[in-house]
């Protein structure tokens, strides 16, 4: 029997009900779980941000400690909900109860790690060149943060925003994606436990009509976005017009370098790992494999070999290794860029447009002989695609590697020390990864790319609190 969930908009600590704007259900699990909700109109977007405009003072006086334990219990809470979360997310999005068990433990310490951000937010305090007077440097909320995410990670990436904001003395609008919108209502309800003042975070639901009326509401202070590159850059003109902070994390064509002298087996589970775990669909995931020719030939039949094992099915299996894409939307999206890739007279080596599978699956699929300059070299495919791009030496897969305008994430396998420094040096990505995935991050380490891939200042780990906060500089002296 189809199970219904019909959600409500959180704003001030209150459901706000509206009309059925939007539905999801995943077509891969038919009849499982159907969900619905509305959309978020400019009024009840001003709402939402004139509430947390309160939130931001009495989050202030309620103090830092109050804060670090509200944060540390929504931890506790995720942790010890894991399993009734990662199942929600495996029926709304498709993701792997492996993988969404994963992710709803990364938030949880996404949370208890900024609880204890919260009690070191420290300043610095120092002469002035003026005798008698001090410099005090502070970090203060930026105020209202607007957070609009994505499915893919449905609960870790809002937790990397909605955490540091609160630990920085920030309140939140956020906005979900409307695909997994069952996860965000999940979440809320933790928060709304967790003891934070009414209007600390307030969620509004929606699709892209209700994203584009957050951004573009007044009093928002700084607006945290991930998502599609095309979004990002509607995002950041509407910042730019009105002179808000922000802070884009968007797609990347992120490449692995496979040199060879690597561990192959270490290789191959890093390409098909980073290819077509999570069915692709990570802005980490890998789409070029840049393979020294020496090595090519066994490395892509062992690739093909692998891939061969993998158990694709149902998410809610606890065995399955691939999941189906989140939506048809997505479908059909891959299978027009897979079909332009074809239509360049390039074959799949397995998968593609005569793999057809039902439902929301997409079979893996990999191109060999790919050039820099063809769609897969340039475009992000988000799914389980990629393509073999064949080069001889070293300096010719770092010129590949930095062969378009993206840099999110790169990869080298290597045994070479030289190699793995060059790398590090040359690659122009913000994630570099050395014998590992180019997926798969810490939550204590800074995280974004550079180029068309990211925008603004760092999230995750410490160097979350550039965006989260003001640079406050006084000048003090005693008389
Ligand atoms: C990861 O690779 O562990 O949307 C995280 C995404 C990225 C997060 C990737 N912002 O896929």
Redesign the pocket.
């Known amino acids: 029997m189809t199970e219904t969930i019909t959600l409500s908009h959180h704003v001030a600590g209150r459901a706000v009900t509206g009309s059925t704007a939007f539905e999801q259900s995943n077509p891969a699990l038919p009849d499982d779980l159907r969900v619905e909700g509305p959309e978020a109109a400019p009024d009840l977007v001003a709402e939402a941000v004139a509430a947390a405009r309160g939130a931001v003072d009495a989050l202030a006086s309620a103090g830092i400690e109050a804060r670090a334990d509200a944060l540390a219990r929504i931890g506790r809470a995720l942790a010890a909900e894991a399993d009734r979360l990662a199942l929600l997310i495996a029926r709304e999005t498709g993701k792997t109860l492996g993988d969404s068990k994963g992710e709803v433990m990364?938030a949880a310490r996404l949370f208890d790690f900024f609880a204890g951000e919260t009690l070191r937010n420290v300043g610095e305090r120092f002469a002035s060149t003026r005798p008698g007077a001090t410099v005090e440097v502070d970090y203060a909320p930026v105020g209202v943060v607007a957070a609009i995410t994505?499915w893919?990670?449905p609960i870790?990436?809002p937790a990397w925003k909605i955490a540091p904001a609160l630990a920085f003395g920030n309140a939140v609008v956020w906005k979900p994606s409307e695909i997994s919108s069952a996860t965000a209502d999940a979440l809320m309800k933790i928060i709304a436990e967790s003891g934070l003042p009414a209007g600390s975070v307030n969620m509004l639901l929606g699709a892209g009509g209700a994203g584009k009326a957050l951004t573009e509401a007044d009093g928002v202070d700084a607006i945290s976005f991930?998502?599609s590159v095309a979004t990002g850059e509607r995002v950041r003109l509407a910042a730019a017009q009105r002179s808000v902070r922000v802070q884009l994390?968007m797609g990347g064509v992120n490449g692995l370098i496979v040199m060879a002298d690597a561990d192959l087996d270490n290789a191959v589970d890093c390409a098909v790992n980073g290819a077509f775990f999570?069915a692709g669909?990570?802005?980490?995931?890998t789409s070029r494999i840049i393979v020294e020719e020496a090595i090519a030939d066994r490395f892509v039949e062992a690739v093909k070999a692998k891939v061969a094992t993998l158990k694709i099915g149902d998410p809610r299996d606890p065995a399955t290794q691939v999941g189906p894409l989140a939506a048809p939307r997505q479908k059909q999206l891959i299978a027009r860029q897979v079909a332009e890739v074809e239509g360049t007279g390039l074959k799949p080596l397995f998968g593609g447009s005569a793999a057809e599978m039902e439902h929301c699956f997409y079979a893996p699929t990999l191109f060999d002989n790919v050039s820099t300059a063809s769609t897969l070299g340039q475009e992000e495919i988000f799914g389980p695609v990629a393509g073999v791009i064949r080069v001889n030496g070293f300096d010719e897969a770092i010129e590949t590697l930095n062969g378009n305008r993206f840099g999110?994430?790169a990869g080298i396998c290597t045994r070479s020390l030289l190699h793995a420094e060059e790398f590090k040096r040359r690659a122009r990505a913000g994630?570099l990864m050395v014998n590992l995935?180019?997926?798969?991050?810490?939550y204590h380490a800074p995280?974004g790319g550079t180029g068309a891939s990211s925008y603004g200042p760092r999230?995750q780990g410490r160097a979350a609190r550039t965006f989260y906060t003001i640079l406050k500089t006084s000048y003090q002296k005693a008389l």
């Open positions: 990364r994505p893919n990670f870790a990436i991930t998502g994390e999570a669909q990570r802005c980490t995931a999110l994430s994630m995935p180019t997926a798969g991050v810490d995280f999230e």
